[in-house]
């Protein structure tokens, strides 16, 4: 299991736009995927599940794999945040 704590950069948060990315990129990979914000925990793979975490700009979350392929899903979802959804 791989976990990574990331912190929404971009000032609109995660909106349909970047939940749809995190989606995209996460089903790439073969490993289950999970988000955490506080005690809420929902499938990384699930645009609304992403949306019902009301992750708002500075909200630090905290991402999980686990499987075969964990390590690299950790890092292209990370690198998501990183460069805010590639919409700023």
């Known amino acids: 299991m791989t976990e990574k704590v990331v912190t929404v950069k971009n000032r ?52 999980v794999t686990d499987g075969a392929d964990e390590q690299e899903a950790a890092e292209a979802i990370e690198q998501l945040f990183v460069n805010r959804f590639e919409i700023e």
């Not at 499938?43 to 905290?62: D, F, H, Q, V």
């Open 12 to 63: 609109a948060g995660i909106h349909a736009r970047p939940a749809a990315l995190i989606v995209k990129t996460a089903n790439q990979y073969a490993s289950d995927f999970f988000i955490e914000k506080g005690s809420m925990r929902v499938n990384g793979k699930s645009i609304m599940g992403i949306i019902t975490l009301g992750a708002s700009y500075r909200t630090e979350l905290k991402i």
